[in-house]
């Protein structure tokens, strides 16, 4: 079975701070997703990377950036939170146009 | 541009009743369609997929190229089918389009 992990379940965090969100996945696949979910928005994509090093800006890049320096791992970072952006951050990797979700990390910023 | 549209937010059927659930999409070229679906506290994952014509759970979808929809049915609605669902079109070029989504409540 694949496995997307995300690192946190649930993360608190104050305005301004930098917000690190990581994720793992064990099957070797080269394209990995970041996602937020909102009530009435569905998902949106925030960054995808369909290789090591290399990266694509999603529909809402505002206010995040990536990290891909190893093939299993796709980090999120929030340079400096905002309260819009509380959400549910969903990481997904895929193999012939099937995605895998992650669990998912609920980030609420105060 | 490119979308995809779920009319209902929530959509409440009886235990035994028909689902439909409703997809259309504005999408150049000929994309591949997807419905995903979220159990509680489960993660998000995939239903089925239009290329594979296959039945998941029950539940079955047509692709109608000339209404531009992907809708989503079961006969038979069990409880253990409320959930929130999601379609997404994709062109393979890694940027799936997913609809706002519907949350399925199978009523007892």
């Known amino acids: 079975d694949v496995k997307v992990t995300q690192s946190s379940r649930y993360l608190v965090k104050r305005t301004g701070e930098k917000v690190f969100l990581e994720c793992v996945q064990d099957m070797d696949h080269e394209n990995m997703f970041w996602y937020r979910q909102d009530p009435g928005l569905g998902l949106r994509l925030i960054y995808f990377?369909?290789?090591?090093?290399?990266?694509e800006k999603g529909d809402i890049p505002e206010g995040y950036s990536v990290s891909r320096e190893k093939k299993e791992r796709f980090s999120l970072i929030l340079e400096s939170a905002s309260t819009n952006q509380t959400s549910m951050y969903l990481c997904a990797s895929s193999l012939y146009e099937k995605l895998f979700f992650g669990s998912g990390t609920q980030l609420s910023v105060l | 541009a490119q979308r995809v549209t779920q009319p209902e937010k929530l959509l409440s059927v009886f235990k035994g009743a028909p689902v439909e659930l409703k997809c259309n999409y504005s999408y150049s070229g000929s994309p591949e369609l997807f419905w995903y679906v979220q159990y509680s506290r489960q993660r998000l994952q995939l239903l089925l997929r239009h290329i594979s014509r296959e039945s998941i759970k029950g539940f079955t979808a047509d692709l109608n190229k000339g209404e531009t929809s992907f809708h989503l049915k079961k006969p038979f609605a069990q409880e253990e089918d409320s959930a929130m669902y999601y379609c997404a079109p994709t062109s393979g070029t890694y940027k799936y389009i997913f609809g706002t989504g519907t949350r399925l409540k199978v009523l007892a």
């Open positions: 990377s369909y290789d090591v090093k290399m990266k």
